[in-house]
C-alpha cells in the first residue's frame, strides 16, 4: 500500500533553514508528480510546491517562490523541501503528497518558525 512518511520539521528562528524528507514506498515512485502542502491552524491546507516525474519541471506558490526548492530522488524514494529564509507565516505542518487513482497524505510534520 501507498506510504509516505514525512520528517525533518521541527523549530527555528526567523531567517534559518530546515530540510523535509518524505520517503515514499508501495507504489513506482519514479512515474508519479509528488508536492508539498501545508497547513497553518485555522486555515485551509495548500500546495507550496509540486516536481514532475523525472525532477525537471518544479512549481511554487508565490509565497514560497525563490526561497523553497522541493527535489527528489527517484533511486531512493525520496523527495525534499529545502526551506530557507523561513519566516513566522511559514509556521504550519508540512504534508507529502501523491495522487495514484485516490490522493494519498503522510502524518504530516510540523514546522515552528519563532523567535
Known amino acids: 500500500q501507498v506510504q509516505l512518511v514525512e520528517s525533518g520539521g521541527g523549530l527555528v528562528q526567523p531567517g534559518g533553514s530546515l530540510r523535509l524528507s518524505c520517503a515514499a514506498s508501495g507504489f513506482t515512485f519514479s512515474t508519479y508528480v509528488m508536492s508539498w502542502h501545508r497547513q497553518a491552524p485555522g486555515k485551509e491546507r495548500e500546495l507550496v510546491a509540486s516536481i514532475s516525474s523525472d525532477g525537471r519541471t518544479t512549481r511554487y506558490s508565490d509565497s514560497v517562490k525563490a526561497r523553497f526548492t522541493i527535489s527528489r530522488d527517484n533511486a531512493k524514494n525520496m523527495v525534499y523541501l529545502q526551506m530557507n529564509s523561513l519566516k513566522p507565516e511559514d509556521t504550519a505542518v508540512y504534508y507529502c503528497?501523491?495522487?495514484?487513482?485516490?490522493?494519498?497524505w503522510g502524518q504530516g510534520t510540523q514546522v515552528t518558525v519563532s523567535s
Open positions: 503528497r501523491v495522487v495514484r487513482g485516490g490522493v494519498y
